[in-house]
């Protein structure tokens, strides 16, 4: 079979191969019931990574022109596009993607899917995924809970809610608030289906074709997909120990007249950075010089191990130029999906107008659950449990990489959140190295996504919460392993020979 890779366009290789067997397909030179080579012949002779033809495969599949059953390989199922469909024979399948929008097409690959289907899988370790340890899930509590809701309230809380939240729920919100200093009422605050609803919603409520949004560099990398879906030009601005570097944030302020400014100033994620009290000043003043919004992302400033607290900016900002998301995600669990966002009114009643089209509210019986944790005062003891729990699996993985991770190897030692952020040996790349650790057995996300520019490729985030402390320290182990034989292969293989691969696996 003809198939050319290029590995210096955008496109991935797994898509460059399933565009070209769809095009044999579609042209009638591969007829219904032809046989495509087996996956591992063809990943050998094209030089690339049986996972790469999966990918492939799995693409003509969900367009529905081939279908693959165990045992029998991959088979062409389509007639030809354009041949018409006479008597009873089947019409051709649509090629679906000719379909699809330009915000589609914007989307890149599915690297969270990707990373959170591996780690629901015995074999792999997965340190990618930002999820809190299982076992601090207080199920005891959220079980009662459940039980007392729906004999007490069953009808109300299987019922509809109003888009901005539950309403005790709200008040419960404005008391977590209170304790981050915050002083706000139900009114100016809106229930999400978890934070990453409100990036969403912010693309949507700001953003125009074209227009700049500044992030951190490196930034969340979901954040940072939204907004360029959404059709803006997602500026980085470097950052330093401190947080966010000002005088490039200045620059960028004055050339660019930015939509917003989005900013996760505590245990940023994925560089653990703590923004300093002063910067934090700064950066508000900065904001009201430039009349500039500031989208604040807080996931984790509940999950403080050591060090001093540092206020929210929203808990400093005076003019109300801040709007922050926060989410039960990171110190409950994320299944339910519940995260808010408060904001001044008008900016909350636009935003639940632009929600309202996509999925109405949040899940009511979720929001009552956890409005009922809070009220019956669990909190506050789950919360000191968790953190006890991330810390030492934090202390775990740091000893572990301390001990074993090959020179040139380096890794932050943040206060909170749930990350390290870690610098690979001089020259490696942290997708290549990803492909490679996925057979050993390992996981991770590679630095790449959290840069708008594409930088990064030296870094990987390694999360250390989601996993005990034995699987943390096997993990180590398989990805120190995978690191120095990288770092041999590295000097052995040619360039060109090397898998060109995008993060997914
Ligand atoms: N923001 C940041 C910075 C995050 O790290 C995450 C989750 N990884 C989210 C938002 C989204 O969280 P959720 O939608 O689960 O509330």
Same mark, same amino acid.
């Given at each position: 079979m003809r198939i050319t890779i290029d590995?210096?366009?955008?496109t991935?290789v797994y898509r460059q191969i399933a565009d070209q067997i769809r095009d044999l397909i579609l042209s009638?030179e591969f007829?219904?019931?032809?046989?495509l080579?087996?996956?591992?012949?063809l990943?050998?002779?094209l030089?690339?990574?049986?996972?790469?033809?999966?990918?492939a495969?799995?693409e003509l599949?969900?367009?529905?022109?081939?279908?693959?059953?165990?045992?029998?390989?991959?088979?062409?199922?389509?007639?030809?596009?354009?041949?018409?469909?006479?008597?009873?024979?089947?019409?051709?399948?649509?090629?679906?993607?000719?379909?699809?929008?330009?915000?589609?097409?914007?989307?890149?690959?599915?690297?969270?899917?990707?990373?959170?289907?591996?780690?629901?899988?015995?074999?792999?370790?997965?340190?990618?995924?930002?999820?809190?340890?299982?076992?601090?899930?207080?199920?005891?509590?959220?079980?009662?809970?459940?039980?007392?809701?729906?004999?007490?309230?069953?009808?109300?809380?299987?019922?509809?809610?109003?888009?901005?939240?539950?309403?005790?729920?709200?008040?419960?919100?404005?008391?977590?608030?209170?304790?981050?200093?915050?002083?706000?009422?139900?009114?100016?605050?809106?229930?999400?289906?978890?934070?990453?609803?409100?990036?969403?919603?912010?693309?949507?409520?700001?953003?125009?074709?074209?227009?700049?949004?500044?992030?951190?560099?490196?930034?969340?990398?979901?954040?940072?997909?939204?907004?360029?879906?959404?059709?803006?030009?997602?500026?980085?601005?470097?950052?330093?120990?401190?947080?966010?570097?000002?005088?490039?944030?200045?620059?960028?302020?004055?050339?660019?007249?930015?939509?917003?400014?989005?900013?996760?100033?505590?245990?940023?994620?994925?560089? @653990? #950075?703590?923004?300093?009290? /002063? =910067? *934090?000043?700064?950066?508000?003043? &900065? +904001?009201?010089?430039?009349?500039? %919004?500031?989208?604040?992302?807080?996931?984790?400033?509940?999950?403080?191990?050591?060090?001093?607290?540092?206020?929210?900016?929203?808990?400093?900002?005076?003019?109300?130029?801040?709007?922050?998301?926060?989410?039960?995600?990171?110190?409950?669990?994320?299944?339910?999906?519940?995260?808010?966002?408060?904001?001044?009114?008008?900016?909350?009643?636009?935003?639940?107008?632009?929600?309202?089209?996509?999925?109405?509210?949040?899940?009511?019986?979720?929001?009552?659950?956890?409005?009922?944790?809070?009220?019956?005062?669990?909190?506050?003891?789950?919360?000191? @449990? #968790?953190?006890?729990?991330? /810390? =030492? *699996?934090?202390?775990?993985?740091? &000893? +572990?990489?301390?001990?074993?991770? %090959?020179?040139?190897?380096?890794?932050?030692?943040?206060?909170?959140?749930?990350?390290?952020?870690?610098?690979?040996?001089?020259?490696?790349?942290?997708?290549?190295?990803?492909?490679?650790?996925?057979?050993?057995?390992?996981?991770?996300?590679?630095?790449?996504?959290?840069?708008?520019?594409?930088?990064?490729?030296?870094?990987?985030?390694?999360?250390?919460?989601?996993?005990?402390?034995?699987?943390?320290?096997?993990?180590?182990?398989?990805?120190?392993?995978?690191?120095?034989?990288?770092?041999?292969?590295?000097?052995?293989?040619?360039?060109?020979?090397?898998?060109?691969?995008?993060?997914?696996?």
């Open positions: 590995r210096d366009i955008s991935p009638g007829g219904p019931g032809r046989r080579p087996a996956e591992r012949k990943a050998e002779s030089g690339v990574n049986r996972s790469t033809i999966i990918n495969y799995g599949q969900a367009s529905g022109l081939v279908e693959s059953r165990f045992g029998r390989g991959t088979t062409v199922l389509a007639a030809p596009l354009g041949s018409p469909p006479a008597g009873d024979r089947q019409a051709a399948p649509l090629p679906w993607r000719q379909f699809f929008g330009e915000t589609a097409g914007r989307t890149r690959e599915p690297l969270l899917r990707d990373l959170m289907e591996l780690a629901g899988r015995e074999d792999i370790i997965s340190f990618a995924a930002g999820i809190p340890a299982p076992e601090t899930y207080p199920l005891d509590a959220f079980r009662e809970i459940q039980d007392q809701v729906l004999r007490d309230h069953g009808r109300a809380a299987l019922q509809h809610s109003p888009t901005e939240g539950h309403l005790p729920l709200r008040e419960t919100i404005c008391q977590i608030m209170h304790a981050r200093g915050v002083n706000c009422s139900p009114d100016e605050i809106l229930v999400l289906s978890g934070s990453q609803q409100g990036l969403d919603l912010a693309a949507r409520v700001f953003v125009d074709q074209g227009d700049v949004v500044l992030v951190e560099e490196p930034s969340f990398f979901c954040a940072v997909q939204v907004f360029q879906t959404s059709g803006a030009r997602v500026i980085g601005v470097p950052l330093d120990e401190g947080g966010v570097r000002l005088d490039v944030l200045e620059t960028l302020l004055s050339r660019y007249q930015p939509k917003f400014v989005y900013t996760l100033p505590t245990f940023q994620n994925p560089s @653990g #950075v703590t923004m300093s009290l /002063e =910067r *934090r000043l700064a950066l508000l003043e &900065l +904001a009201y010089r430039y009349q500039v %919004p500031v989208l604040e992302d807080d996931p984790y400033g509940e999950l403080r191990y050591e060090g001093k607290f540092v206020p929210a900016l929203k808990a400093l900002d005076r003019n109300g130029y801040v709007i922050y998301l926060s989410t039960f995600s990171k110190v409950l669990f994320p299944g339910l999906r519940v995260g808010w966002m408060v904001a001044p009114r008008p900016v909350a009643r636009q935003f639940a107008l632009a929600r309202q089209l996509v999925d109405l509210h949040s899940n009511t019986l979720a929001q009552w659950l956890i409005d009922g944790f809070f009220r019956r005062g669990l909190f506050d003891v789950h919360i000191a @449990g #968790v953190r006890r729990e991330n /810390e =030492r *699996r934090r202390n775990t993985m740091q &000893l +572990a990489l301390g001990r074993k991770a %090959p020179p040139g190897f380096r890794f932050n030692r943040p206060e909170g959140g749930l990350y390290l952020w870690c610098t690979l040996p001089s020259g490696m790349n942290g997708s290549r190295l990803l492909a490679h650790a996925t057979e050993h057995g390992v996981t991770f996300v590679p630095g790449e996504p959290f840069y708008a520019g594409g930088q990064g490729q030296d870094h990987i985030r390694l999360n250390y919460s989601y996993l005990p402390p034995d699987r943390i320290e096997e993990g180590v182990a398989r990805l120190v392993t995978v690191i120095r034989e990288s770092t041999s292969h590295g000097r052995e293989m040619p360039a060109g020979v090397v898998p060109g691969m995008m993060p997914i696996v």
